[in-house]
């Protein structure tokens, strides 16, 4: 399984979002995927999984299948998280 956060790095909420991703790696010895919505790859993926509000994070499963999905602040709990990363 794999959890990824998508947000602009250039934002407001860019801060909040970098902070939460150093804690959740410094507890958890895990590293969660980003993508930037502003980019090729990050247009497709919002595309694919209905993305319009940022930050959403997306656990999702080895095919690619959603399991869960957190729209904007605040950002889950890291150890909900934890099991999808």
Known sequence: ????????????????????????????GNIIETIDPETREGQSFCQTYDV????????LDYSGKMLNFWKGLPLPLINELSFYA
Do not use: C, W
């Not at 319009?52 to 656990?59: G, Q, R």
């Open 1 to 28: 399984m794999r959890a990824v956060i998508v947000y602009k790095p250039n934002s407001e909420h860019a801060t909040s979002v970098e902070t939460y991703l150093r804690d959740f790696s410094r507890q958890t």
């Open 52 to 59: 319009v509000e940022y930050p959403s994070t997306i656990a």
